[in-house]
């Protein structure tokens, strides 16, 4: 699990917002053993929460 595109949102109590937020394939990319920079095809997890133990989890396909 790896934090990445953390942005820190205020909201007054009893707010609510709409934010939307950009995935590009760049935030998915490790290196590999040959310390290639590699983005793998398949199912990626988001979270997005208040902190670590509150969090909202979704799935995304990335196909190269």
């Given at each position: 699990?790896?934090?990445?595109?953390?942005?820190?949102?205020?909201?007054?109590?009893?707010?609510?917002?709409?934010?939307?937020?950009?995935?590009?394939?760049?935030?998915?990319?490790?290196?590999?053993?040959?310390?290639?920079?590699?983005?793998?095809?398949?199912?990626?997890?988001?979270?997005?929460?208040?902190s670590s133990n509150k969090l909202l989890k979704d799935?995304?396909?990335?196909?190269?």
């Amino acid at each position: 699990l790896e934090l990445k595109g953390f942005k820190k949102i205020h909201f007054e109590p009893n707010e609510s917002k709409t934010i939307s937020f950009d995935l590009d394939s760049n935030l998915l990319s490790y290196y590999n053993i040959d310390m290639e920079d590699i983005v793998e095809d398949g199912e990626y997890n988001i979270y997005i929460g208040t902190s670590s133990n509150k969090l909202l989890k979704d799935t995304i396909i990335y196909k190269g």
